[in-house]
């Protein structure tokens, strides 16, 4: 298996741009994650999908942030305008739905820098 | 107060010694108990889960569980240079129903 795949790995923009984060889940994994990862505040969930219904939005800063999983392939976090204290490692993760277990299988991430 | 708590170090082991990794969380109701292992630059990946009061082994890794003084630690024997990395505990219970992580706590191994 090719585990889960994001992109883009690295994204350097100016503030007050779109901002869009690729993620494909493991095949068969009905739940997806999103998680932002700093020096200052650690490893943050955002944002969480089961069978691509979001369950928990409740870590998402703000309404510039937003993500959709529109098939259980695929899935996006958006950020728009971006800030420069966006900057972070944006990690998705996916799970074969067993919390119990906390068997996560996280992507390589995306290293966001707004400037 | 933070709902994982663990001191971020760095923790400087000698090689072949025992490391030792404590964390605790606040929520009673949290259920179960993991150790994710993060190199520099890396995402992180599950070491070993706990859900139940006392150790399990597995090879060289212990993790240990105290429910009552709501306290997780993880051993690790005969520490090696590979083991150098940040160990990340996190906990997920029904009342948050989400895997919440600590800050993580680095570890040097030194030869």
């Known amino acids: 298996d090719a585990g889960v795949i994001q992109s883009p790995r690295h994204e350097v923009t100016e503030m007050g741009q779109e901002v869009t984060l690729r993620c494909k889940p493991i095949?068969?994994?009905?739940?997806l994650f999103w998680y932002r990862q700093t020096m200052m505040r650690g490893l943050e969930l955002l944002i969480y999908?089961?069978?691509?219904?979001?369950?928990?939005d409740s870590g998402m800063p703000e309404d510039r942030f937003s993500a959709k999983m529109p098939n259980a392939s695929f899935s996006t976090l958006k950020i728009q305008p971006s800030e420069p204290r966006d900057s972070a490692v944006y990690f998705c993760?996916?799970?074969?739905?067993?919390?119990?277990?906390?068997?996560?299988?996280f992507g390589e991430g995306s290293r966001l820098t707004v400037l | 107060q933070k709902e994982v708590e663990q001191n971020s170090g760095p923790l400087s082991v000698p090689e072949g010694a025992i490391a030792s990794l404590n964390c605790t969380y606040s929520d009673r109701g949290s259920q179960s108990f993991f150790w994710y292992r993060q190199y520099s630059g890396k995402s992180p990946e599950l070491i070993m889960f706990i859900y139940s009061n006392g150790d399990k082994e597995d090879g060289r890794f212990t993790a240990q569980l105290n429910k009552a003084s709501q306290y997780v630690s993880l051993l690790i024997r005969d520490s090696q240079p590979s083991d150098s990395a940040t160990y990340l505990c996190a906990s997920y219970g029904s009342s948050a129903s989400k895997i919440i992580f600590g800050s993580g706590t680095r570890l040097s191994i030194r030869p």
């Open positions: 993760a996916s799970s074969p739905g067993q919390f119990y277990t906390g068997e996560l299988f």
């Open positions: 999908f089961n069978n691509n219904v979001p369950i928990d």
């Open positions: 095949s068969g994994h009905n739940s």
